[in-house]
């Protein structure tokens, strides 16, 4: 009965009950997600895998891209293809590993024919590997790594900061 009073009172005095101007409210979401979008390219994000676990660091400088080699507890990985087994590795008395060697020979050469100068050639890598890993199996990889003429190694680490580690 109240509802009604107030409606009919509206109506009698010319005024229209109160409304909620949706427009101004979308125009802030357009401009957040606008600024989320431009600032989120200032992260780089490598593809990580739950059975990774990354040591820690405190280094400042942020890592260039390259091509990404995981080391899991199970498998090696080039750019998200499995190249080798880890048991198959580790039971082999040889030191370089052929599936990566292969895999990084491939990648070699593709980066090569992108370069107007071939002799430009840079081989960098990213070795993200579990913090558990075996010395012996990453000493393997980046033997393969340097023979492949990937000379510039980089690990990935979990950046800390103020000196906490998780």
């Known amino acids: 009965m109240n509802a009604m009073l107030a409606k009919r ?4 005095e010319g005024t229209r ?3 909620l101007n949706l427009v101004s409210l979308m125009d802030i979401f357009t401009i957040l997600v606008f600024f989320l979008m431009v600032n989120s390219s200032d992260v780089e994000v490598l593809d990580t895998t739950s059975a990774i676990k990354l040591p820690d660091s405190l280094a400042s400088e942020r890592p260039e891209e390259r091509i990404a080699i995981q080391v899991s507890a199970d498998d090696v990985i080039v750019q998200g ?40 050639f840079e081989g960098a890598v990213t070795i993200m590997g579990d913090r558990e890993l ?18 510039h190694i980089a690990l990935a680490v979990n950046r800390i900061e103020d000196g906490a580690t998780s």
């Open 134 to 151: 075996p010395y012996e199996l990453l000493k393997r990889v980046m033997l393969t790594c340097q023979q492949a003429s990937f000379t």
């Open 9 to 12: 009172r509206a109506r009698e």
């Open 81 to 120: 293809r499995k190249v080798a087994s880890v048991a198959d590795v580790m039971a082999s008395k040889d030191l370089i590993i052929a599936g990566l060697s292969e895999e990084l020979s491939y990648q070699a050469e593709k980066r090569r024919t992108r370069l107007a100068e071939p002799s430009a």
């Open 17 to 19: 009950p109160a409304s």
